[in-house]
Structures are given as C-alpha cells and as structure tokens.
C-alpha cells in the first residue's frame, strides 16, 4: 500500500535536505520551504484546486500495482531514464546532447545555473512548486547554445514500477531546459506506471528566435498520485509547441504556466485527454501574455467513461499595454458515461483594450446519427464507437509533427479505445 503523506513528514525531509545543501541551493530551499509551510499541501479551498484536492488524495491509501508493460520505444533519442524517480544512468544516453543530471549540479558549491533554477517564470505561491523547490534531488538540465539545432530528441522517460515502496515524502524531480538565441530542441516525456507521490517541475526558458517542441505522453496506471507542471518563459520571436496526451491516475494533475514575455512570441498548445473507471485528471493552464504583439493557442479535447472525473481549467491573462494580443482557447469533451465528469473553467484576465481573446467550452454525447449510420453498414457497434471517439481526437493527434511521436501517441489512443470505448451508455 501506498503510505499517507503527511505536511509534518515533507517539511522534515526539507529540512534534513536544507542541512545538505550548498549555500545558493540553502538559500533556494529556505525561501521554498517557508512559503510551502505557509501555505500547505493544496486542497479545495484553494480556489486553483477546487476541483482537484490533493490533499485528500495524498490521504487515501492506495494499492500499489506492478508489472506494467515497458515504456513506449523512440528510436533516434537521448534518452535520460528514470526509474521509481531516480535517474537511471544504465540505461541512459543524455550525456550525447550536452545534457548534465541535475543531481551533480545540485551538488556543486557554485553552479551557473544557481541563477536559472526556480527563477523561470517564477511562481512565489505556488504550493507545488514550492515543494518541488524544496525536496528536489533528482532531474536533469540541458542548455542548447545559441544557434545550435538539435537533430536528436532528448526523450526523458519516467517509467514506476511499483516494486519500490518510496520514502514517506515521495519523488521530487526538476527539469531544467535552457534554449538559447536561436536554439531548437524537441523534448519527450512519457510517464509510465503507479508513483504512490511525485512531483516533476519541468522549467523552459527560450531566448530569442528559439523554439521547443515539447510531447509529453502520460500512461499512468490507475493507482498513480502525481502533480506537474511546465513553467515556462518565452523570448521575443520564440515558439513554444506543446502536444499532452494523459490517460489520469487516481490524481493526476498537470499544469502549463507560460509566460510570453518577448513580443512576437508563440505559445501553443494541443492535448487529448482519455479517463476512464474512477481516474481523476486535470489539465489547468495559465497563459500570461506580458508584452504587446504576442499570441497563443491551446486546444483540449477529452473523452471520459466510467465515473471518471476530468478538469480543465485555462486562464488568459494579458496585462496593461500588451496591445495586439491574440489568444484563443478551446475546449470539448465527449462523455461516454452518465457517471463521468468534466469540469471546465475558461478564464480571460484583459487589461488592454486593443487585443483579440476568445473561448470556447462544450461537452456531449457520441452522436446517435453517426453512430447509426455506422451501425447500417455492418460496422459492430464497438468499433463503430470507437471510429467515432479516435475522429474526436483525431485533429488533436495530427499536430504532432514527428511522425514517430504522432504514432506513439495514436498507439496508445487506440489502446484505451479498444478497452474502453465500447462502454458507452447512452447517446443522443
């Protein structure tokens, strides 16, 4: 069984952690802690996780599971795995890319990235991340020189086995990626099997004219407790291309906090979400459009059955004098379930007045029409269900470019389909 985690337990492990630590990393540790303490682990009186108690979740004992199938293969990648949260150097190749573990900087009395780690697009009050800052041990850092185009995908691989009953605290990971003038890089992540706690902070800084690509593939086993986020901040001309497929856990969370922060920016972002039995999932963005002239896109479509619960909450802020403006924001899913659940909260933060901002939320049924003029060609109705569900999702899935990622991606949608898309109970 999964052990309960305790507020009284983290703050012990940070301060063992403080009394370790070289001094810019205490002073790190120090700020993060306190603020942590204050505010304690999220739960729904916090308006951001009204919908998502962690703390509750944190509370229940769960039955840890083993015996996951392997992790999704990506040929062609540096990969950097992590096993039940440790960095695996066995079986990893990141040393190829430039690529440094996090550990040996996190090690050193000076580091030159003590003036990048926790500063990107900082988030003073955030609970998790404030924890992550605290207790982070284990991750990795990659810095792209200027001008440099990396061939290769760097593939971070977080694969639970469940065999490790973990320490009371849980995994704390942190990902570091700098690109610098004119860099690109592509960046996938997959999450494999059942952490009884984790949290993983993956913080993007992108220079000028840089862009990243970012593919991030969860495959959590229903047991899984983990909380993410990508923080992130984007020089003028820069490109962020985010593409998230998540199938929940028991609590599975994932925010996208970016701020566009050189004018001409582009942050954008597509994902397919797939929740079925009683798996919780959150997707929560916030878009903070900080100069004039920047613009974003992010599109969520989610498939639910079971008595599964889905939330997506997505936030526009465009301060004073970000003129010319243009963000959009979209959300649909189709419930395949009575019991099933959405929760979306589209929000829009405008104070200027020359900007194009819009969203969009809707939530249904499969069509019956559809399902029936499958159903007329002898088409079973499983599979006539499940044409209908992989065509939802299938605008998603085509913005992926590499194709080896997009089949990745399908595979793993098709999968869910032939277990669960048959379950429909009802349709319009």
Not at 100 to 116: C, N, V
Not at 120 to 131: C, E, R
Not at 264 to 276: K, Q, R, T
Request: net charge negative; hydrophobic share 45%; charged share 25%.
């Amino acid at each position: 069984m999964a052990k309960v985690v305790s507020l009284d337990n983290l703050l012990a492990s940070a301060a063992a952690r403080r009394s370790e630590a070289a001094p810019w990393l205490g002073a790190l540790i120090d700020e993060a802690t306190e603020k942590f303490a204050h505010a304690g682990l999220p739960n729904r009186r916090n308006e951001a996780w009204r919908y998502s108690d962690l703390a509750k979740a944190l509370h229940e004992t769960v039955k840890l599971e083993s015996g996951f199938d392997a992790p999704p293969a990506l040929a062609e990648a540096c990969v950097a795995a992590f096993e039940d949260g440790v960095l695996d150097e066995a079986k990893s190749s990141y040393g190829a890319m430039g690529a440094q573990s996090l550990r040996k900087i996190l090690g050193e009395k000076d580091s030159p990235f003590a003036a990048i780690i926790g500063r990107v697009n900082p988030q003073a009050d955030h609970p998790i991340i404030n924890l992550n800052t605290a207790l982070m041990e284990e991750g990795l850092v990659l810095r792209v020189p200027a001008g440099v185009i990396l061939a290769t995908p760097l593939r971070l691989r977080f694969n639970w086995t469940g065999a490790d009953p973990q320490s009371e605290d849980g995994r704390h990971l942190r990902i570091l990626i700098v690109l610098e003038d004119g860099a690109q890089a592509t960046l996938f992540e997959s999450h494999d099997g059942a952490p009884s706690f984790a949290t993983v902070v993956t913080e993007v800084s992108l220079a000028t004219n840089a862009k990243l690509t970012h593919v991030r593939l969860e495959n959590f086993a229903a047991t899984a407790r983990q909380t993410a986020a990508t923080v992130g901040e984007i020089g003028e001309k820069a490109l962020y291309r985010g593409f998230y497929f998540t199938q929940g856990g028991h609590f599975a969370r994932h925010e996208a906090l970016l701020k566009l922060a050189g004018e001409e920016a582009h942050a954008g972002i597509d994902a397919a979400y797939m929740v079925a039995d009683r798996r919780h999932c959150d997707n929560t963005t916030v878009f903070d459009h900080a100069v004039p002239n920047t613009t974003s896109n992010q599109v969520f479509r989610g498939v639910l059955t079971g008595s599964s619960r889905g939330v997506y909450q997505g936030c526009v802020k465009v301060a004073q004098g970000a003129q010319k403006t243009d963000a959009r924001q979209l959300s649909r899913a189709m419930l395949l379930s009575h019991r099933s659940e959405i929760v979306t909260k589209p929000e829009l933060e405008i104070f200027a007045d020359d900007v194009k901002c819009s969203h969009g939320a809707t939530a249904g049924e499969l069509d019956a029409n559809a399902l029936f003029f499958l159903r007329a060609r002898g088409i079973p109705e499983a599979e006539a269900r499940a044409m209908l569900v992989e065509a939802f999702l299938v605008e998603a899935m085509d913005t992926i470019e590499s194709e080896t990622m997009r089949e990745l991606v399908t595979n793993c949608a098709r999968l869910w389909m032939k277990r669960h898309a048959g379950e429909a109970s009802h349709v319009e």
